[in-house]
């Protein structure tokens, strides 16, 4: 894509020059690292540095915390403490010691979730204890994980009008596949989250052109797979947080915030001018000025189309004349 490698071309000339002048092999200076303290334990947190954990109300509202140590230290049983650096409204409870088995290099130690609110997150940081924490792996010493209770139910396929891209490159605004659209219902809101189509190359279209990956991807931008997750009030909708694409064109992760409110009509959501703003991780951010529409059926983007049929407010157009992959 031309406008796109373009721009491309001139950001890196930019950090290229960075990088140039800020390198000095004179000015490097050397010394010891820290070293690791006199029976230092080699324990850490298996789990990544910040997890999710969602569950169904009909689940048991428990989850592990899994810790590891080498194969070379695990002939010694070994008790680990656990602190608690953060809980949300008291509603975890943690054990505050861990204990490895003679010959055990894994174990693991069980929160339970009591008095929360279904449809709430809530936050856990927890810690290994004490002052024998080997310097090089105390990163991974300490975890967070993000809670919550929450039915989700399936809604079946719809849309996305990609308007946002285009905010900073010559892409087309393009129809997007939703494949996976589900709603879940709160004490104080309506949600729907699916998978943001960004998340592999485009091999298809469907009948109404829709692609079922953004197209202007290749493989090489691809970072992962997110949930876009939707909040409906009685003020309007909104995205929950930053929304990750699980793309990187050079310039850091794409990612999307809600600045405003949206509106849904006939399981439509229509995202304004100004009310989403567009980020790349390591390029800033700018207001979108186009809209955006999320489409909870099919059926809903063809009643859309044609009832809006010719109408150029809603800035809302599938050319059929690209309805072919390259």
């Not at 190359?201 to 469907?206: P, S």
């Amino acid at each position: 894509m031309k406008t796109r490698n373009y721009i491309k071309s001139l950001l890196l000339l930019a950090v290229a020059g960075g990088l140039f002048t800020s390198c000095d092999p004179d000015a490097e200076d050397w010394s010891a690292g820290q070293q690791a303290p006199a029976g230092a334990t080699h324990v850490y947190i298996a789990d990544a540095l910040t997890n999710t954990i969602e569950k169904d109300p009909a689940d048991a509202k428990t989850f592990d915390i899994n810790l590891e140590r080498p194969a070379s230290e695990s002939k010694a049983a070994q008790a680990v403490k656990i602190e608690v650096v953060k809980n949300d409204s008291n509603v975890f409870t943690v054990p505050d010691t861990a204990y490895f088995a003679a010959g055990d290099s894994t174990t693991s130690v069980t929160v339970t979730a009591a008095n929360y609110v279904e449809g709430n997150a809530y936050s856990l940081e927890v810690k290994l204890a004490g002052s024998t924490v080997d310097p090089y792996t105390a990163e991974k010493a300490a975890a967070s994980y993000t809670f919550s209770v929450i039915k989700w139910e399936n809604v079946g396929q719809g849309y996305l009008y990609e308007n946002t891209i285009t905010t900073f490159f010559g892409a087309k605004p393009t129809l997007l596949q939703l494949k996976d659209i589900q709603r879940a219902k709160t004490t104080s809101d309506v949600r729907y989250r699916f998978t943001a189509p960004f998340c592999a190359e485009a091999t298809d279209q469907d009948e109404n052109g829709a692609f079922d990956y953004y197209p202007f991807n290749q493989a090489t931008d691809i970072t992962g797979t997110h949930k876009w997750v939707l909040k409906v009030t009685s003020k309007g909708v909104t995205y929950m947080g930053r929304q990750y694409y699980g793309m990187d064109w050079g310039y850091g992760e794409f990612y999307l915030i809600s600045q405003g409110y949206g509106k849904i009509s006939k399981d439509v959501i229509t995202f304004p001018a100004n009310s989403l703003a567009i980020f790349m991780a390591k390029h800033g951010g700018a207001l979108v000025k186009s809209p955006n529409y999320i489409f909870l059926s099919k059926d809903a983007y063809t009643a859309f189309v044609k009832a809006n049929a010719g109408s150029k407010a809603y800035g809302l157009a599938v050319n059929k004349a690209d309805k072919k992959l390259k």
